[in-house]
């Protein structure tokens, strides 16, 4: 990131035409700016803090340009806690002559994420919080952009916070074992210590997922399979409302992957439907097969599709072998003949019958329990990990290891957690993470 002393402009809004666009300025010559790029209506009007006025918006030369309304939030009570000015004009070129007009008279264009980072310099944000804002304006879905939210307003994860604290207390205690030898015991004390290294790793274990971290920033993956002609195209079709696949009698129709996006409950799914799995002679189905395999190694749920009508068949019964925890089986094709036992769900992708309950249980396999406490970022997911690491070394110690060292192991886990709120973070990895921000945030 450039100079801080600097004062930044940008477009906050998406490019593109819209009815209204908002340029940003932040810094200390932000009011001396918009009062010479915007001429309120009323000559007399003060600017005071977070009063819309509404006039004209000129450009370096003091020739009109717009219509446009005008805010100013003073330090330190802006989002960045910096001087903070806002021009409202409308969408398409006009935001760009203001922002134009803005660097003009002294501004300096923002780097990404540069509002936001000097809300973090500045103290109001720690680097979780950071995050979780780029967290709501990526969100894969409703869902996850409901639980960056709850982290901008909470931090990371309240179990990270309870994790850091039992950790502070576990290097209390080696602390006074250290300074009082005489009346506490250094093997009682490692006894203790290790078995809250043992607690607090398996906290830290169980708010690490990340399959779950992946599927809340990527959406989830739901994968159609099963052996031709059992009707996976005609289930893409019924889940997603409109013909995307090509769906025909003749076995081996499908000899591509083909995905659309869906949301269910507010979570992004990405729905795949794939080329039915058999042995074949055609070079292009076996390459369609190969494609299948693949993106069933990726899936976070299977709906392996059986056919109710000809039954469970020597083919299908291989692929239910080799079935794991991620499928769901089912059998479609309910309308022609009833499932020929009640082991798996049936639908019929002709009539819709069976569908919801289908989803209900994809919603289940994905497992989005209500726990709040999970790690949302990769990059936590690493911090906690190298904690992890650090206990692992405390409960793994030898009978009769110094207390020193474990000290050495309970401050690395500290400090390993502190950077998820970006205490002790290096300088490039906090400019790696405000530069995957949009400019204009
Ligand atoms: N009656 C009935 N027919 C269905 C149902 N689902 C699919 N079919 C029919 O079964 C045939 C195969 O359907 P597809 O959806 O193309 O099957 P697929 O599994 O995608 O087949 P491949 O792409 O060849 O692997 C078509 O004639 C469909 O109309 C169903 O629920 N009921
Ligand atoms: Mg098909």
């Not at 957690?417 to 990895?429: A, F, R």
């Amino acid at each position: 990131m450039r100079n801080k002393g600097d004062t930044i402009a940008a477009i906050a809004t998406p490019p593109g035409e819209g009815g209204i666009a908002i340029v940003r300025l932040s810094g200390e010559k932000a009011p001396g700016i918009l009062k010479r790029m915007f001429a309120p209506k009323n000559p007399g009007a003060q600017f005071t803090h977070g009063q819309m006025h509404y006039g004209t918006i000129l450009d370096a030369h003091g020739q009109r340009l717009d219509e446009a309304m005008a805010v100013c939030f003073y330090a330190p009570r802006s989002y960045t806690r910096e001087d903070v000015c806002e021009i409202h004009t409308h969408g398409g070129v006009m935001s760009r002559l203001a922002l134009e007009a803005a660097v003009e008279l002294g501004a300096r264009p923002a780097d990404r994420g540069e509002f936001t980072y000097r809300a973090f310099l500045n103290g109001r944000l720690s680097l979780s919080r950071a995050e979780a804002v780029m967290g709501i304006i990526g969100a894969a879905g409703e869902e996850s952009a409901r639980r960056s939210a709850r982290q901008l307003h909470f931090g990371a994860s309240a179990g990270i916070g309870k994790c850091r604290s039992r950790l502070k207390e576990m290097v209390a205690l080696i602390d006074a074992a250290a300074d009082f030898p005489d009346e506490i015991d250094e093997s009682v004390t490692a006894q203790r210590v290790k078995s809250e290294a043992g607690e607090i790793l398996k906290e830290l274990k169980r708010l690490c997922d990340r399959r779950y971290a992946r599927m809340m920033s990527d959406g989830a993956q739901v994968v159609i399979a099963g052996r031709p002609n059992v009707g996976k195209s005609s289930l893409m079709n019924a889940l997603l409302s409109f013909e995307r696949s090509i769906v025909s009698d003749i076995p081996g129709t499908t000899r591509d992957a083909v995905s659309e996006s869906v949301t269910l409950d507010g979570l992004r799914l990405t729905l795949t439907d794939t080329a039915g799995l058999r042995k074949s002679d055609d070079q292009i189905e076996r390459l369609g097969v190969e494609i299948t395999q693949k993106r069933l190694d990726g899936a976070d749920v299977v709906i392996l599709l059986l056919d109710a009508e000809k039954g469970v068949t020597q083919q299908d019964r291989a692929l239910i072998e080799g079935a794991d925890e991620r499928y769901i089986i089912a059998y479609n094709k309910l309308d022609l003949k009833d499932a020929p036992d009640d082991r798996y769900p049936a639908v019929s992708a002709k009539t819709g019958e069976g569908i919801e309950a289908l989803l209900q249980l994809v919603r289940k396999k994905l497992s989005l329990d209500e726990d709040d406490e999970k790690l949302l970022s990769l990059r936590h997911i690493d911090c906690a990990g190298r904690a992890i690491e650090a206990l692992k070394n405390i409960i793994n110690a030898p009978e009769g290891t110094y207390l020193d060292l474990m000290l050495t192991d309970a401050m690395s886990a500290l400090e390993a957690l502190g950077e998820i709120d970006g205490l002790n973070v290096s300088q490039s990895v906090i400019d790696q993470i405000f530069e995957s921000f949009c400019v204009g945030k």
